[in-house]
């Protein structure tokens, strides 16, 4: 799954929003395998993502000053102006921002042209997600910076896997190994001592020390808030010290970079909490 969060509408009532992939499908195989009594479907919802500094103004134009009570990671029903909404606090970016799930598809246009009005005096349009605001805050793009190949321990997300606990889910087996076991490579947070970069990398970029490769770069970019080069590596656990130098080797150059914290920007989501 691509990015999952998981919204709960009602008391068994769950939607599985997501980037992509077939999500019907793979909840058709837990369900037969698991034996539960539920009922499949895939809602007729499309989500509208509004993000950055100014999203709560905009979001308080269109809601009242209640949207600011929402917390972050929770939902709530709307109807704005006879559309039906759900709102959540969530998103792909570490900005503040806001997810609109559609559930009247007939009335897109209407809501999309709300929107753009409402925050029309704060220069709002529309685009893209932002690779900088993503590297900034450590959040993760698949199959850059994880694949069906990465497990959570090698992306620092322990404290997400709940191993202690007599429920069986789907890849424990596995992840009780991998920690038994230990993991064999591990994300870091790289800076690289170079000119700014002119965009994202479009491909790996080898890690070395002393001429070995050990790992790879998976997203890098220049960010103008911290004016520095960004990346997120994966690289043999025995090099991921904090403080290490190690070697980023670019399309057609080398430059020296340094193993740091991440995220690098915002570490505790003060900006997207609000």
Excluded at 125 to 140: N, V
Excluded at 160 to 178: A, H
Excluded at 218 to 230: E, R
Aim: neutral net charge; contains cysteine; charged residues 25%.
């Amino acid at each position: 799954m691509n990015d999952p969060v998981l919204l709960r509408l009602a008391e068994n009532h769950f939607w599985l929003s997501l980037a992509d992939s077939d999500i019907l499908l793979w909840a058709q195989g837990v369900a037969i395998n698991s034996r539960l009594d539920v009922i499949r479907t895939e809602p007729d919802v499309s989500p509208l993502q509004l993000h950055g500094p100014t999203s709560q103004e905009i979001m308080v134009k269109l809601f009242g000053e209640t949207i600011k009570n929402l917390k972050y990671y929770w939902l709530r029903e709307y109807d704005l102006e006879g559309i039906p909404l759900i709102i959540s606090r969530t998103g792909c970016s570490s900005e503040l921002g806001y997810e609109i799930y559609l559930r009247d598809g007939f009335r897109g246009n209407d809501l999309y042209e709300k929107i753009m009005d409402a925050g029309n005096e704060h220069g709002f349009q529309p685009g893209h997600t932002s690779t900088i605001r993503r590297i900034e805050g450590g959040m993760l793009s698949y199959h850059a910076d994880a694949d069906i190949n990465t497990n959570p321990f090698e992306l620092g997300l322990d404290r997400l896997v709940s191993l202690d606990t007599e429920i069986n889910f789907i890849g424990k087996n596995t992840l009780i190994k991998i920690k038994h076991d230990g993991i064999k490579k591990k994300q870091v947070g790289l800076i690289i001592n170079c000119t700014p970069l002119t965009g994202p990398n479009t491909t790996f970029w080898p890690v070395q020390i002393n001429g070995k490769t050990i790992g790879k770069v998976t997203s890098a970019v220049y960010s103008p808030k911290l004016k520095k080069n960004i990346a997120l590596a994966m690289i043999e656990i025995a090099h991921s010290d904090i403080g290490s130098v190690l070697e980023v080797k670019t399309d057609n150059k080398n430059f020296s970079s340094q193993i740091v914290k991440i995220p690098f920007y915002d570490p505790k989501k003060n900006i997207a909490k609000g």
